[in-house]
């Protein structure tokens, strides 16, 4: 799991913090959402969890062991996807994982199998050089997975990808969830965030603004009413009804038994409707 109680950072020679006195935590078979605009903090908090950036203020503990005690061994239980790739171009994909492989001495039955299950088989024998970005993305999602770790770190895991290629990535994230893996998403992308995350923490200018469960958020920020369309096709009407005893509003009944309806929606906010009002920034 992932715990951080109070963790601050700031870059040598740099005016401010980058991230001011974050505490939240990620149990095992949970997805907490990373989620803030460029510049908020999201990679710098990654980097912390991860080993890479030290000297940070607070304390941040993987698998209930303090990150700087763990050093290289820490490697072994944690798994991460960057956004932004590094692969060795001129070797294919295969030779790619089959060198991973050998450091973590694992068997290649993981990492064949998700090649394939993420589009990339008949790609194996390719030279990365030649990759899509995408086909990028999804060779470094297997790189992470391949020796079985028990915490991930996902930086935008559906980056450049086509729609079919998010829902499969998404398939695995959610498998490896339910299989007790700890996951760390950073991304912009609410919608994924709204189908993946169990808790999501909006961040901005270094600080969290509110971490919270989506459907919770939703509910607490949108507004208890049913907006119903109904009528002739070309001149429909729009009326909202209460949620709180709507099986016996009369109005209601009445529009169910003589009008053709359209649509109807619950007046839920979108989380970055929420993002917005919560943090006076938007995602970009």
């Not at 209460?242 to 839920?268: C, D, I, S, Y």
Request: aromatic share 8%; proline share 5%; with cysteine.
């Amino acid at each position: 799991m992932i715990e951080v109680s109070e963790l601050s950072f700031r870059y040598p020679k740099a005016p401010a913090p980058t991230l001011k006195s974050l505490s939240f935590d990620v149990a095992p078979g949970q997805i907490l959402g990373f989620v803030g605009p460029s510049g908020a903090g999201k990679s710098t908090t990654q980097r912390v969890l991860t080993g890479q950036l030290a000297a940070a203020d607070g304390t941040v503990n993987i698998l209930d062991r303090r990150v700087a005690e763990w050093g290289r061994e820490l490697y072994r239980y944690i798994g991460v996807a960057f956004e932004l790739p590094t692969h060795f171009l001129r070797l294919t994909g295969r030779e790619n994982l089959q060198f991973f492989q050998s450091i973590y001495g694992v068997s290649d039955k993981r990492w064949k199998a998700l090649l394939e299950e993420l589009g990339l088989g008949d790609a194996a024998d390719q030279r990365v050089g030649s990759y899509s970005k995408g086909m990028m993305t999804r060779l470094g999602l297997v790189r992470a997975l391949l020796h079985d770790p028990k915490v991930l770190f996902l930086d935008e895991p559906g980056g450049g990808l086509d729609p079919a290629s998010v829902a499969r990535v998404e398939d695995i994230i959610r498998r490896e969830r339910d299989a007790g893996k700890t996951i760390f998403l950073t991304t912009h992308d609410m919608l994924s965030v709204d189908r993946l995350c169990d808790r999501v923490a909006f961040l901005i200018d270094g600080a969290i603004a509110v971490v919270d469960e989506p459907g919770r958020l939703k509910r607490q920020h949108g507004r208890a009413e049913l907006s119903v369309t109904f009528g002739v096709a070309d001149a429909p009407q729009v009326e909202s009804f209460p949620l709180e005893g709507l099986a016996g509003n009369p109005r209601f009944q009445e529009v169910l038994r003589t009008q053709a309806l359209h649509t109807m929606h619950t007046q839920e906010a979108s989380l970055s409707e929420i993002f917005r009002k919560l943090t006076g920034s938007s995602l970009v």
